[in-house]
């Protein structure tokens, strides 16, 4: 089923989108967003703006937009800097919950700014803090009542492999250990319920499967209950309880705006706001539904027509995110291949070839036409031309 939505996304002809996971396509409402705000509200407003169009309110306006499709309460998502800020506020607010503990927990197959952004935290507090690293299938055991925080990334950006985010959340925190998901790769993709699962953060961008635009602004989800509690490391003036009154001490504002930062990104945040409204009325059970009948089409045509190429993604379509990863040892020059004949896909290292599914825009039509281009370029080896071959700085 393909929900009806592609009209409202600017999607070049003779082009299949398999990199939504990565970077979001256009939607065709955030140009006209972009041209009010920019023309009619900074160009004819000037600085009244902020109040006339409500621009102080954007990120928390949007952050509960957001919320809506992550099963967080409003009031409870704020938006502005981005994802590796978001994941260091939320490690720093984390450990500020447990003095008493010294360990970081991760995947070591985690994002890397994840766990630099975890390193960098560590270098700057003291040297008896541990950032430790195992695989997915270690994380159960690993977490002892030496764990202050457990920094998870709920959709791996290479395999797409998915953690049961109530069952770790349920282990981290019978423990005594915070928890903070990092929804990357799940915002906009699976469902996700924060209330139901009571995890203490979430983080996330909204370039990728929400559409926001490169550059989009994070946002920063804090339970309920913590909201009035957690200390914000990055004391920025927005945050502030009062930031017009200019005080000379900080005093964190007693809502979700405390994890606000800076002055926000408007023409950016706007644009997101605007890209949201493909959302209007969409159930993210349809969304998954659609995710899982077009990965599990993909990944049965391309393994019976391409036996070179080997999944890397979990078979069991409940362990897996809204992508499908193939490990093929030429994996850069084939993507690179299928990118000129029309199939946007992307590559991570060493060998992983990704393709993000996405039904606001996709369906299986697209789904058997890729299938077809690919089968093509792996079973011609058409990837070995010579131009396909010289990697580019962003792959
Ligand atoms: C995409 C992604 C990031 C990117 O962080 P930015 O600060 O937005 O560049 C971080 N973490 C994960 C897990 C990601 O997938």
């Known amino acids: ?16 989108y398999l990199d939504g996971n990565s970077l979001g396509p256009l939607p065709k409402g955030a140009m006209a967003r972009a041209q009010t705000t920019i023309e009619a509200e900074w160009g004819g407003e000037l600085i009244r703006a902020w109040n006339s169009a409500d621009w102080i309110s954007l990120p928390t306006r949007v952050g509960d937009r957001i919320g809506a499709l ?5 009031g409870t998502v704020t938006t502005g800097d981005t994802l590796s800020i978001k994941v260091y506020q939320a490690l720093a607010a984390a450990l500020k919950m447990r003095p008493d503990r010294k360990v970081i927990l991760s995947d070591a197959g985690n994002f890397p700014t994840d766990l630099y952004m975890a390193q960098g935290l560590i270098d700057t507090i003291g040297k008896d803090y541990e950032l430790r690293l195992v695989s997915h299938d270690e994380m159960c055991e690993a977490v002892t009542d030496e764990v202050a925080a457990v920094l998870l990334t709920h959709v791996d950006y290479r395999s797409g492999e998915m953690y049961s985010m109530e069952g770790m959340t349920a282990v981290a925190q019978d423990h005594g250990a915070v928890m903070i998901w990092d929804l990357a ?19 996330g961008c909204t370039y990728k499967y929400l559409n926001g635009g490169p550059g989009a602004p994070a946002f920063i989800y804090v339970r309920p209950d913590l909201i009035g509690h957690v200390e914000p490391a990055l004391a920025g003036w927005m945050g502030h309880d009062a930031p017009f009154a200019m ?5 964190p504002a007693m809502s979700i705006e405390r994890m606000r930062v800076g ?3 408007i023409v950016q945040l706007s644009i997101l706001d605007a890209a949201l409204d493909v959302w209007d009325g969409v159930r993210m059970a349809d969304i998954r539904a659609a995710s899982v009948d077009m990965s599990e089409l993909f990944i049965a045509e391309v393994e019976a027509r391409c036996p070179q190429l080997t999944l890397a993604s979990p078979a069991d379509l409940a362990e897996r995110g809204s992508q499908v990863s193939f490990a093929f040892e030429h994996g850069y020059a084939a993507m690179q291949a299928l990118i000129d004949r029309g199939v946007i896909g992307d590559f991570r290292p060493p060998d992983i070839m990704r393709f993000g599914f996405t039904p606001l825009y996709l369906g299986r039509e697209d789904v058997l036409r890729a299938a077809d281009i690919i089968e093509e370029v792996i079973g011609k080896e058409l990837w070995r031309e010579e131009k396909y071959q010289t990697r580019s700085r962003v792959t």
């Open 1 to 16: 089923m393909t929900l009806p939505r592609k009209h409202l996304f600017e999607l070049p002809d003779g082009v299949i």
């Open 70 to 74: 992550i099963g967080a309460p409003a």
């Open 185 to 203: 790769h799940s915002a906009g993709a699976v469902q996700v319920e924060m209330a139901r699962t009571g995890a203490e953060f979430a983080v």
């Open 247 to 251: 005080d000379p001490t900080y005093s």
């Open 263 to 265: 002055t926000p990104p």
